[in-house]
């Protein structure tokens, strides 16, 4: 070291070696691999803080869009169970919301500064080129007054002054190309709108990060910057991840973890609960025709289909549509208590509009349930030979 000006310093060299160290496979759990572009983000920086082992990364689905970070090291070595596991999409985005969080500010400085930097590099590099050129005209001019006054009878130095005049000559000529040149590719001056613009985009870093150019390599690149690991401890259903900056500073994150069966495809309550109403009074190709005109999507975000109604009513313990449970609760539809009145069901539905007939759906679009009690309450005038009054009277006689 310092034995002879190098290319680059010692430290910037040191540094070279230590990156290259963590970009290389199969050296232990002292480095951190090189940043690829799997979904993982977090991969090589997660250090259990049971065992001290890193985390592994699994990737699972049709597509590999499904994560999970897990410590195997004990199982692997010794026979012993996972220390850890969770999954890894909430945990990304858990501690890419934090480095965002911390780099806010950073990133208004750093473009501030880059606007800075833009003008000043254009500046010199032609105040270089001007001041080159301002030298080469003077030496042209020299070797010009040097020519003149030389002796026509000395032809020897004569000549030697003629070459380096041209010499002189050329140099001028190649410096002020490059000047013109240097000045029509200077980039155009900001406006007063840009230095704004781009103070914004220094300050709206998340998305920035989610720009569509922004590979996985090199969020992963800028997660390394400023993250030297991340040690997971997980107690019951918090999980807990320290930060190690690269400045020396830690900070704590922590995330409940999902219970067993909780993750994010996961339909609704208010859906369960709308497609256990639908199934006491309809089967399940009604179901999903009413959950489609509804605009309700799976948890998938696909259409329900009677085969995904099925599956889904397994899964959630809801029984299917029994005609003959109907009928002994006691609940008619729409077209059964219109033939027992001997009406229309718009007849049936004024009543119901009217409030002259009580009756209840699930939905907007799912049928009618209609109490057999109250549908003899309202027909029980009509079976006496009582005549209807009022607006029941106006009702049945206009149909």
């Not at 080129?129 to 020897?156: G, K, M, N």
């Not at 089967?283 to 998938?300: E, S, V, W, Y």
């Not at 009618?368 to 079976?383: G, K, N, Q, S």
Request: aromatic residues 4%; positive net charge.
């Amino acid at each position: 070291p310092d034995h002879h000006d190098g290319y680059l310093g010692w430290d910037e060299y040191e540094r070279n070696q230590r990156q290259i160290t963590h970009n290389a496979n199969m050296k232990g759990i002292m480095v951190r691999g090189p940043a690829r572009n799997g979904g993982a983000l977090l991969a090589g920086l997660l250090r259990c803080g049971h065992c001290g082992r890193k985390l592994h990364v699994a990737y699972s689905g049709t597509k590999g869009q499904c994560l999970r970070y897990d410590c195997r090291g004990a199982r692997t070595n010794h026979g012993t169970g996972h220390c850890i596991s969770f999954g890894g999409l909430r945990a990304d985005q858990c501690v890419v919301d934090e480095v965002l969080s911390r780099l806010r500010p950073l990133g208004m400085r750093a473009a501030l500064e880059a606007l800075a930097r833009h003008a000043r590099v254009s500046d010199e590099r032609i105040a270089q080129r001007e001041l080159a050129l301002e030298q080469s005209r003077f030496e042209t001019a020299r070797a010009r007054r040097q020519y003149d006054a030389v002796d026509p009878e000395h032809r020897l130095v004569a000549a030697e002054l003629e070459r380096r005049w041209n010499d002189a000559l050329r140099r001028q000529a190649d410096l002020e190309q490059e000047l013109t040149a240097l000045r029509e590719r200077q980039p155009t001056r900001l406006t007063e709108a840009s230095p704004a613009r781009l103070v914004q985009l220094g300050e709206d870093l998340p998305a920035l990060w989610q720009h569509p150019e922004s590979t996985p390599a090199l969020k992963k690149r800028i997660l390394r910057t400023v993250l030297q690991e991340i040690v997971v401890r997980k107690a019951a259903d918090t999980i807990t991840r320290i930060l190690h900056w690269r400045g020396g500073d830690h900070t704590s994150v922590e995330m409940v973890g999902n219970k067993t069966g909780q993750h994010r495809w996961v339909t609704p309550k208010d859906t369960i609960a709308l497609v256990r109403d639908l199934a006491r009074c309809q089967p399940d190709p009604g179901i999903a025709a009413t959950l489609n005109r509804l605009g309700q999507r799976t948890a998938h975000g696909h259409a329900w289909t009677e085969a995904r109604i099925r599956t889904f009513r397994h899964d959630h313990g809801i029984p299917r549509y029994q005609e003959a449970e109907r009928r002994e609760r006691g609940e008619m539809t729409l077209e059964e208590s219109a033939a027992a009145l001997g009406v229309s069901t718009m007849t049936v539905l004024r009543l119901i509009e009217r409030r002259r007939l009580p009756a209840q759906h699930a939905c907007a679009g799912a049928p009618w349930i209609i109490l057999r009690t109250d549908l003899d309450r309202l027909a029980a005038p009509m079976v006496k030979g009582i005549p209807l009054t009022g607006n029941d009277q106006q009702i049945f006689l206009h149909f």
